[in-house]
């Protein structure tokens, strides 16, 4: 057995921060790691993925279903440059995630320049473009405390990805198990780092404002979930008397079945939220940044809707509009304190009617999509198949593009909690496959579904192996039609049908099943609706890994507007050269 090693302080430290997985690649410069993680097999252990990029993407599914830092590893050079994907998703995301980077020894650093030292380049700058922070580790004696530095600044509001550097030789340096000690915060071990509230003034003038409202609407974004708060936010909900929508990040919010919740609020989510959201004359914004998509093209909030912004992050009040009240702190710790301060809520019938209204006509249209007989398949009667079949307990994640539609509008979260996870930091293709690989090592045992188009799993397909590696249970659903769905619409209704998005020709037919086959896992090609059901329920009962590839219409969209557009044959004409987009306008919210 080798003599320990700062390998070791590094893998002590992951472990007593309870840290039980670390996902990544190894590599020469990081062998001391996984040396270390292999002394502690009892406490931590190590998931080798396929690509590096991956590992970002299980590390930061592993942080949104536990709150703890998702931990990746690469070694320097060729690993590094491979992690910017997962953590811009993660930095947009607010997801709380350490990545362990090789280096070149210390005092080869001046010789990285145009790949005089193999592999290497300059890291630190590179990782400071996509992190909250990045550090490169400059001594023995430096290292615990830039590790320590890591949790603290991963977890804290806001939460975020984080690099430490670690040079060859400071990985190699001998380690007594003494000096330097591998002492760790317990308080950073879990996001939220630190919790805080909103002074007891902005508190009941929100209170007063919510009960002045006819028409209030709960927006929940992600940072609900980061709070752990989804419990507290439904009690608060069932209470205020008025209409829930969430974004995709914060799907699970609050219980979809619930009189009062009227689904996703984005483009490709529920219709009647988007139509409802309109009609609120008070719109509070839980956890949400607002986003492109959750503001509807920053349409929302509208100039005549007063507004309450509940957010971590200060720069968060004001970013596109000024809130009537802004509420700067914990999500759960607000939610509580205005439930606390809210006292008897007026009745709104009318408001309830009206719910219940535009709801049961968006059900009507989506009862017709379900249980359509069509070849190709349309995806929404494999969600209500797939919706049938989950448990409470199920994990799904949602892949990019089309997918996060097809999961937020048929797919109903029936229990608060975060069961679904989004790549909506940046919606980049490729996400699901690893993601499933970072869930299940959260839940041994819990079944894991994944929903991603053929393009999107084209991105991962090579990690079905570290599926079956470790017999995870993955039920991994490929809606395949074909084509880069959402950039072949786009071109024809906008661009009058350039086809640069077809990944099939009649001559060419990639077959995700057989290829599931061939890695080790079950496959199951449907072609026809009588064929999902079956197809579900043997990949469901598979003790281990399954793909089920559904051929689907390579027309079908969920996005309201592309519907809309293809029902009317409406045809946009093409943007000409040095078209002027017109900027979104900074608002005020009004009072009531």
């Known amino acids: 057995m080798t003599m320990p090693h700062m390998g070791d302080l590094v893998a002590e430290m992951l472990a007593q921060s309870g840290v039980d997985a670390v996902f990544g690649m190894p590599g020469g410069q990081t062998t001391a790691l996984h040396d270390g993680i292999s002394r502690r097999s009892n406490r931590i252990r190590h998931v080798l993925m396929r690509d590096e990029r991956n590992a970002a993407y299980a590390a930061d599914a592993y942080a949104r279903l536990t709150g703890k830092p998702g931990v990746c590893d690469v070694t ?5 440059n491979l992690l910017p994907a997962g953590f811009l998703e993660a930095m947009n995301a607010s997801i709380p995630m350490i ?18 030292a193999s592999q290497g380049f300059d890291q630190l700058s590179f990782f400071k473009t996509c992190t909250k922070e990045s550090w490169l580790v400059p001594s023995v004696t430096a290292l615990p405390d830039i590790l320590r530095t890591a949790f603290r600044v ?68 992600g940072g609900v979930h980061g709070s752990d708060a989804a419990q507290v936010v439904t009690d608060f909900a069932d209470r205020l008397g008025g209409l829930v929508v969430t ?34 004359d008070l719109i509070i914004w839980c956890g949400s940044k607002v986003s492109q998509n959750t503001g509807m093209n920053w349409t929302l909030p509208k100039p005549d809707q007063a507004s309450i912004t509940i957010d971590c992050d200060p720069l968060e009040h004001g970013r596109t509009f000024r809130p009537t009240v802004p509420l ?67 994990i799904v994640v949602s892949d990019a ?32 496959v690893p993601g499933a690989i970072g869930a299940a090592e959260t839940r041994p045992g819990t079944r894991i579904v994944t929903v991603a188009g053929d393009g999107a799993f084209s991105y991962t397909v090579g990690e079905l192996a570290t599926q079956a590696q470790f017999r995870q249970r993955v039920v991994n659903v490929v809606l395949n039609n074909g084509r880069l769905g959402w950039i072949q619409l786009w071109q024809e209704i906008f661009f009058k049908n350039v086809q640069s998005a077809m990944l099939e020709t009649d001559t060419t037919r990639p077959g995700f099943a057989a290829a599931a086959e061939a890695l080790g896992l079950k496959g199951f090609t449907v072609d026809t609706p009588d064929q999902i059901g079956p197809a579900l329920d043997a990949a469901f009962a598979h003790d281990g890994p399954s793909v089920v590839e559904v051929r689907i219409d390579d027309r079908a969209t969920p996005i309201h507007s592309f519907k809309r557009r293809m029902r009317e044959g409406a045809d946009k004409p093409r943007p000409r050269p040095g078209t002027v987009y017109k900027l979104r306008e900074w608002k005020v919210s009004p009072d009531i």
């Open 401 to 432: 593009s089309f997918s996060a539609g097809w999961i937020a509008g048929y797919i109903p979260a029936k229990v608060p909690g975060r069961q679904f996870l989004f790549a909506r930091g940046q919606g980049g293709l490729g996400y699901s």
């Open 76 to 80: 320097v050079g060729p690993g590094a």
């Open 328 to 394: 700067l702190g914990d999500v759960r710790e607000i939610v509580l304190a205005l439930h606390k301060a809210l006292g008897p809520q007026p009745e709104r019938p009318d408001w309830a009617a009206r719910i219940a209204e535009v709801k049961a006509t968006g059900e009507r249209q989506k009862a017709e999509e379900v249980a359509s007989e069509s070849v190709p398949i349309q995806p929404p009667r494999v969600m209500a198949e797939l919706a049938r079949r989950l448990g409470e307990d199920d």
């Open 247 to 280: 974004s995709l990040s914060g799907k699970g919010s609050v219980p979809e079945t619930r009189d009062y919740a009227a689904g996703v609020l984005n483009p490709l989510g529920s219709w009647a939220a988007i139509e409802l959201v309109q009609e609120a």
């Open 99 to 116: 990545g362990i980077v090789g280096e070149v020894p210390l005092d080869w650093l001046q010789l990285r320049d145009k790949g005089i």
């Open 154 to 221: 991963a977890t804290s509001p806001r939460p975020g990805p984080v690099a430490v550097i670690i040079p060859h030789d400071i990985f190699d340096a001998d380690w007594d198990g003494i000096s330097p000690p591998p002492l760790v915060d317990d308080r950073t071990v879990r996001m939220p780092y630190l919790r805080s509230t909103a002074p007891a003034d902005g508190i009941a003038q929100a209170a007063a404002l919510i009960r002045r409202a006819k028409r209030p609407a709960l927006v929940c974004g």
